[in-house]
Nanobody
Framework: QVQLVASGGGLVQPGRSLRLSCAASGSIFSIIAMGWYRQSPGKQRELVASITSVGNTNFTNSVKGRFTISRDNAKNTVYLQMNSLKHENTAVYYC???????????????WGQGTKVTVSS
């Protein structure tokens, strides 16, 4: 099995920064892509940012220029650097990974437990 553990959430003032981390562990052969989704009460879960194994990135329009996503392949870890945070960024952020297992060839989707980000003054 593969596990994703997210961390780094918390309370932050508007305009400040926060960095989320997500580490994948378990029977991993390769990770095709990792990313971050967020969900607020009454809203659908949405993609925030993703990064592929070769470094291609994708961001939702509302965070372009403020958020960056990066990875450490040796640690199977993805980071989301969130700058210039706004109230609207308040949400539970979920780590996601598309993983090829050591024991099963086809890639599968895995989700972390979520980490809460609250932007408030």
């Amino acid at each position: 099995q593969v596990q994703l553990v997210a961390s780094g959430g918390g309370l932050v003032q508007p305009g400040r920064s926060l960095r989320l981390s997500c580490a994948a562990s378990g029977s991993i052969f390769s990770i095709i892509a990792m990313g971050w989704y967020r969900q607020s009460p009454g809203k659908q879960r949405e993609l925030v940012a993703s990064i592929t194994s070769v470094g291609n990135t994708n961001f939702t329009n509302s965070v372009k220029g403020r958020f960056t996503i990066s990875r450490d392949n040796a640690k199977n870890t993805v980071y989301l650097q969130m700058n210039s945070l706004k109230h609207e960024n308040t949400a539970v952020y979920y780590c996601h990974a598309n993983v090829v297992s050591r024991w099963y060839g086809p890639p599968r989707d895995y989700w972390g437990q979520g980490t809460k980000v609250t932007v408030s003054s």
